[in-house]
């Protein structure tokens, strides 16, 4: 069973990745690919704890873990890009 906290995570995200993603494409903030990437992991992972409410939980948490590990390895490298000044 799906939780209203995990709902709400999942309708929060989505409304932050319009946000960005509408001044992505404007040009209004940088593009770091690899930092829209890892937004976009987390968001997924959030989309896999609600389904894993409903329909196959191993599989859907096994993706959510997996993202949030996808996710952490693009932040990882956005910050490495940041750093050495490879945008």
Do not use: A
Not at 54 to 83: A, G, R
């Amino acid at each position: 069973m799906y939780q209203l906290s995990e709902v709400l995570n999942l309708v929060f995200d989505s409304i932050g990745i319009l946000i960005v993603s509408r001044l992505f494409w404007l040009g209004l903030i940088p593009k770091y690919y690899l930092l829209i990437s890892g937004f976009l992991c987390i968001w997924f992972s959030n989309v896999f704890t609600v389904l894993e409410g409903f329909y196959f939980p191993e599989i859907f948490n096994l993706l959510e873990h997996s993202f949030y590990f996808l996710s952490s390895i693009c932040f990882l490298f956005s910050i490495k890009m940041e750093i050495l000044g490879n945008h």
